[in-house]
C-alpha cells in the first residue's frame, strides 16, 4: 500500500498537496470543529466514548475491537461536538459528508463536510436546523438519516419526512436544496427514512410503523382481526414505498405501496445485477409483555426478505416463521409471507451494502455487508452474508468487525452508516459513541476471512437482579402507603415503558423494569419530569407516550392523574 495512506486522511489512493490553514490548536478547538495533529497520538479525546488506540490502521490510530484476519478498524474522528451522527457518503477523494441527527428533538440535525487539509482532517458544519431561520432547512434537518450519492451522482437526504438533492459544495449549501418527495408519514415510533434506487432511478422509501406491535387493536384489548395502521393505507405506516421518476427526473408523488406488513425496513437494497430489493426487518420489542413464556432477549429474530410487489410480509401478527404474535393471538399468519432468512434475534441491523472495491479479498466481491447497530448480545456487529445465485443471502452472517464491547471509557460499538469509500475501504459512522471510523484490510496481516462466532442461544442477562427489584417493587407496593413513584413503575413503566425505554439501547431516558427508586432518580437527574407528563397527554407538540396508546381512556386518565401527584409531592406544577 503506498505511504500516501499512512499520512493522509482515509480514502487518499494518490498524494494530494494541501495549503495549510490558520487553525486553533488541537487543545482548543472549538465544540463544532474537530482538528487533529498529523501526529494521531496527540489528538485531544473528549468525546461520550474513549477508545484506547494502539498503532496504525492504514495510516489512522487502530481501535481496539476484532476483527477478521487482516482486517482493522482505524478511528477517523474522535466525535467531539457531534450529537447523534449517522450516515456518511464521499464527496471527493480528500472530503467525506457525515449526517448528525441531533438526537431524537425535531429540527436539530446537522450536516459536516470533512476536509483533509495539509495534512489534518477538519471537520465543517455546513448546515444547523437548530440555527437556521430557513423553514427548509429546518425541514430537511428533522431528524436526518441517510445521505447517498445516487446513481446520477447528486446527493440524496433524507429528514423523516422528505427527501431532497443537495450540493454539498455550494455556497451556501441550502440554495442547491431540491425537494425530491414530501409529505412522507413521520408519526409514532419509527419516523426515520431510508430509500433506494432501481435500475430506472425509481425510488424505494422506508415508512415505519409509528407502534411496537399495534397492540391496542390486538385481540388481547379490542379483538380485532387487523391493524389500521398497516392495513388502512391512508394511513400510509408500516411500508416501502414505490416513487416513480419522471422523464424530466422529478418524482410522481402518487406513490405505490410496494410491500407492507414491514415494521421498521432500516435496511434498503437494491442488487442492480439481479433487479431485486432486499430488505433488513427490525423486529419487534418486548414479546413477553403477555406471554411469560417467551424470551424478550432470544425473540423475536430481526428479518432479510426479498420484496416484491404487493407482499405483505405479516407485521404486526406475526413473528419469526410466521408465528402469532401474543397480542394477535386470533391470526392466521400463514396467510402472509413468509421471511426469506432469520437473522440474530434483536441485532438492529441498520445499514445493507454491496461490496464492489477491489481492496478486501475477492471472496467479498459481491457480498453483503450489513452493520448490526443492537445493544443485545447479538448486535454491535458488521457482518457478511453469502449469496446465492439469485443473489439473495444465504446461510450465518460471518462476522467482519465484532467483540466490539465496553472496555473502561469505551462504550458498545454502535454502528449505523456503511459507504465504500473509492479505495475499496468502508466508511462506519457510530451514533451513541460519535465516532467516523474506516473499515480497512492489508493482505500482508491475513487472508480476510470472516469469523463465525455469533452464539445461537444467549441466556437472559440480568435475571437474578430484575427479580430483586421486582421483589423490593411488590415489598413497597404491599405497604400501607405505597410511594407515587412505586405505583407509577407498576402501572405505567413496566407495563408501557420498558419495551422502548429499558436497557443500554434505550431511546432518550433509560427506564428500567422493577427499579423505580432508580427511575424516579433518572427522570428527576435529566429533568424529564414535566416532559413526561406532555407525553402522556399528547400535548405542546410532543408525540404520544406510549405510541401504542393506553388500552382506555380510564387507564389513561388514571395514570395521568397519579403521575400529577407525584409532581405535585415534588413541588412540581403540572401546567
Known sequence: MKKNLTILFLFLSSCASFVSKETKSVATFPVEEAIYAKNWDERKISALSVYETKGLCGGLPKINVKTAPGFCVGLVDNGEGMVFPRTGAQVSKNQILVVDMGGWKESNGKLYLLNTEGGKVVRKTILDAATSKNPLVKKALDRPHLIMKGPDGKFYLSSTSMIITLDPLSTPVENSFKVIIDQIPNLGLHPLKVFTFDNEMNLYVNVGSATNVCQKQGSIFENKSECSEVEDLNKGQAQVRKYLRNSDGSYNPQFVVYAKGLRNSMGLMWDKRKNILIQAENSRDNIAEYEK???????????????????????????????????????????????????????????????????????????????????????????????????????????????????????????????????????????????????????????????????????????????????????????????????????????????????????????????????????????????????????????????????????????????????????????
Not at 441491523?349 to 459481491?366: A, D, H, N, R, V
Not at 480476510?448 to 413497597?476: S, T
Not at 415503558?497 to 435529566?526: P, T, V
Open 293 to 575: 413464556s417467551l424470551d424478550n432477549v432470544n425473540l423475536p429474530h430481526e428479518e432479510l426478505n426479498l420484496l416484491n410487489e404487493g407482499d405483505h410480509l405479516g407485521w404486526p401478527y406475526c413473528y419469526d416463521n410466521n408465528l402469532t404474535n401474543p397480542e394477535w393471538r386470533n391470526t392466521n399468519c400463514s396467510n402472509y409471507k413468509a421471511p426469506h432468512k432469520l437473522m440474530p434475534a434483536h441485532s438492529s441491523p441498520l445499514s445493507l451494502m454491496e461490496y464492489s472495491g477491489t481492496l478486501f479479498p475477492k471472496w467479498y466481491q459481491g457480498r453483503m455487508l450489513i452493520s448490526l447497530h443492537g445493544y443485545e448480545p447479538r448486535g454491535h456487529r458488521i457482518v457478511a452474508y453469502l449469496r446465492d445465485d439469485n443473489g439473495l443471502p444465504t446461510r450465518e452472517p460471518l462476522s467482519i468487525v465484532y467483540g466490539w464491547d465496553a472496555k473502561g471509557n469505551q462504550a458498545k460499538g454502535s454502528p449505523v452508516g456503511l459507504s465504500q469509500l473509492e479505495d475499496g475501504s468502508v466508511l462506519i459512522i457510530e451514533d451513541k459513541s460519535r465516532k467516523v471510523l474506516r473499515l480497512f484490510y492489508d493482505s500482508k496481516l491475513g487472508d480476510g476471512k470472516p469469523v463465525a462466532e455469533i452464539p445461537e442461544y444467549i441466556a437472559p442477562p440480568q435475571q437474578n437482579k430484575d427479580e430483586l427489584l421486582k421483589q423490593k417493587l411488590e415489598k413497597a407496593l404491599a405497604e400501607k402507603n405505597p410511594p407515587l413513584f412505586a405505583q407509577i413503575q407498576k402501572n405505567m413503566i413496566d407495563r408501557h415503558c420498558s419495551g422502548c425505554h429499558a436497557g443500554a439501547d434505550a431511546r432518550g431516558l433509560e427506564l428500567a423494569m422493577y427499579d423505580f427508586e432508580g427511575n424516579e432518580k433518572r427522570i428527576i437527574e435529566n429533568k424529564k419530569e414535566k416532559q413526561i407528563l406532555y407525553h402522556l397527554r399528547s400535548e405542546k407538540s410532543f408525540a404520544q407516550m406510549p405510541p401504542d396508546g393506553f388500552p382506555t381512556i380510564q387507564e389513561k386518565d388514571s395514570l395521568v392523574q397519579l403521575y400529577i401527584q407525584w409532581l405535585q409531592s415534588k413541588g412540581i406544577d403540572s401546567l
